[in-house]
């Protein structure tokens, strides 16, 4: 019965007359999306990461319909027993817990594994899970450097699996009818597109070397980064703002609508990337910048800027986050929510959708609620049809990347000079040294 059920799930995947979906219809619920393709086979999902963000993965993916998860992988013992309590809560069946998720993708049950663990472990995680033949949905950043972002794409392409990113605002009805009238002509061409992300993040303090927690298990949490003390101001949220494992707030929060911007402006790789910013707010150990400006530049005369604001909330063009398009005959704004508003060029609103579905930014765990469903509900449809997927993982290593290569040029002093084909940088060893990293020695992420 386990090889049938199986077998059905590869031929759906490779079959000919799979469907493709490019994006939602305004008017969905995520219950009839998911019913559009319709399958009646059951997914076997893992959970990795069940802190925060990951918990409220874990409860959205267990409320869809014929998906199980069957297993819950966290270092943290009482994270794994909160999450795995939620979801027996919610179907009746308590998952096993399975500390070390290599364990887990060794099961021949599992057909998918779901990644929210801090940024270091993405890429290196997916694509063991990738070798492994299981699915994965994959949240943002795809992944902590650049070069483990084109492995993962590499790998994607090798092993055949359904890599979905969790740039969620792809699948929001309503942003991708946006996005559909800036394509059309709403604002005319499109040239120039402004993101931004603004909180009052505090201080993290001056940490203190202590004693491993009993509950955690820090050197599987370390992984592939190489092995710095445990201080007890890293974990679980303040990791973000350190090089060796984070990669700052331009990843954390940029990576999403620096996102949309580049889907906006129907653009990939740049021809130049220059940044400023710095730890100004505090002194402490946070290393990240919390106020960073990234000037992105591309061959088809457009560009994109990112404004990262993390210890100043006062709200740009009235939201926390967003993106504004600017065109020739217009403006196209784009806030935290699943809205859009348009604009002539005397800032005279002219058209506004609005959401009927909540939505906060600053939530750390579950920003978007019931819309992360018609995202998730996409990924299963990949796996169950070879539904297109509506963020693969080249797409979001291309979003992924702009971000990146920002952090690169703040760390390395200089404006980065890059091939358009690919986004490598040109002639700077300097920043080159900051494509990839150092890994703890038989960790490195390998096809």
């Known amino acids: 019965m386990e090889d049938s059920r199986r077998t059905f799930i590869k031929k759906a995947m490779t079959g000919a007359a799979a469907i493709s979906v490019g994006g939602i219809l305004p ?6 999306y998911g019913s559009i393709l319709g399958s009646n086979d059951r997914i076997n999902i893992a959970m990795m990461g069940v802190n925060s963000r990951g918990l409220a993965l874990a409860g959205t993916f267990a409320k869809q319909e014929n998906v199980e998860i069957i297993y819950v992988c966290d270092v943290d013992s009482r994270a794994e027993a909160i999450c795995s309590a939620s979801i027996e809560k919610l179907k009746n069946k308590r998952p096993a817990a399975m500390p070390d998720f290599r364990k887990a993708l060794e099961s021949k049950s599992l057909d998918a594994i779901v990644i929210a663990t801090p940024d270091h472990w993405h890429a290196p995680a997916a694509i063991l899970a990738s070798k492994a033949g299981k699915n994965v949905y994959l949240e943002k950043p795809c992944s902590h450097n650049p070069n483990e972002g084109e492995i993962l794409v590499a790998a994607a392409a090798k092993y055949k699996n359904v890599i979905q990113m969790g740039n969620q605002r792809r699948s929001f009805p ?6 559909t009238e800036l ?8 040239y120039f597109a402004k993101t931004w992300y603004t909180n009052n993040r505090p201080s993290i303090g001056l940490g203190k070397e202590a004693p491993v927690p009993s509950w955690l298990d820090y050197e599987l949490w370390q992984g592939p980064a190489p092995r710095k003390s445990y201080k007890d101001n890293l974990i679980h949220y303040n ?22 911007a580049r889907w906006g402006l129907g653009v ?11 730890r100004y707010r505090y002194k402490d150990d946070w290393e990240t910048p919390d106020t ?3 000037n992105m530049e591309f061959d088809n005369n457009t560009s994109i800027t990112w404004e990262g604001l993390s210890c100043n909330g006062r709200p740009i063009e009235g939201s926390g986050v967003g993106v504004i398009f600017s065109g020739d005959q217009g403006s196209l704004r784009i806030d935290g929510s699943d809205s859009y508003s348009v604009f002539d060029l005397s ?11 909540t939505t906060d930014a600053h939530n750390l765990s ?3 609620a019931d819309l992360d469903s018609v995202h998730i509900c996409n990924f299963l449809d990949g796996i169950r049809s070879g539904a297109k997927l509506n963020a693969d993982i080249l797409s979001g290593h291309k979003s992924t990347l702009l971000v990146q290569l920002g952090n690169i040029a703040l760390r390395s002093g200089n404006t980065l000079h890059l091939d358009p084909s690919n986004g490598h940088i040109k002639n700077d060893p300097v920043a080159a040294k900051l494509w990839s990293r150092d890994y703890q020695p038989g960790w490195e992420p390998r096809l």
């Open 268 to 278: 990939d790789y740049p021809i130049r990337v220059c940044s400023s910013g710095g």
């Open 366 to 368: 579950n920003p978007s």
């Open 239 to 260: 990791w973000h703002w350190f090089w060796n494992w984070g990669t700052g707030e331009a990843l954390n929060n940029g990576t999403h609508f620096v996102d949309l």
């Open 347 to 357: 800032g005279k609103l002219i058209k506004e959708v609005n959401s009927k579905t």
């Open 183 to 190: 394509k059309a002509g709403i604002i005319g061409r499109p």
């Open 27 to 32: 008017g969905f619920s995520a219950r009839s």
């Open 174 to 179: 309503n942003i991708v009818a946006g996005i």
């Open 292 to 294: 960073q400006v990234i």
